[in-house]
């Protein structure tokens, strides 16, 4: 004997499947935790680096460039010969 109700079984069936398995959302919610672990850092440096003044700005890429020039003639400023 069949049951009266076979499509309406197999339609619910159906309606309740759809949609996404917990893996596959702690999959992305990783993906997104390991997106704001990047970006963070440099959001925050962009935003410090934003609220300078310009004066401080120029000073910072000005030692940044001396650095680069004294690099090569100094070395490394840790001693790792050790």
Do not use: H, W
């Given at each position: 004997?069949?049951?009266k109700?076979?499509?309406?079984?197999?339609?619910?069936r159906?309606?309740?499947?759809?949609?996404f398995?917990?893996?596959?959302?702690?999959?992305?919610?990783?993906?997104?935790?390991?997106?704001?672990?990047?970006?963070?850092?440099?959001?925050?440096?962009?935003?410090?680096?934003?609220?300078?003044?310009?004066?401080?700005?120029?000073?910072?890429?000005?030692?940044?460039?001396?650095?680069?020039?004294?690099?090569?003639?100094?070395?490394?400023?840790?001693?790792?010969?050790?």
């Amino acid at each position: 004997m069949k049951p009266k109700n076979t499509s309406k079984l197999i339609l619910k069936r159906q309606i309740f499947s759809d949609g996404f398995s917990l893996i596959e959302v702690v999959i992305v919610i990783v993906i997104l935790a390991m997106l704001a672990l990047v970006a963070l850092p440099k959001y925050t440096d962009l935003t410090a680096y934003a609220s300078m003044s310009k004066e401080a700005k120029e000073s910072l890429v000005a030692q940044r460039f001396i650095d680069a020039i004294e690099y090569p003639k100094k070395g490394p400023l840790i001693d790792d010969s050790m």
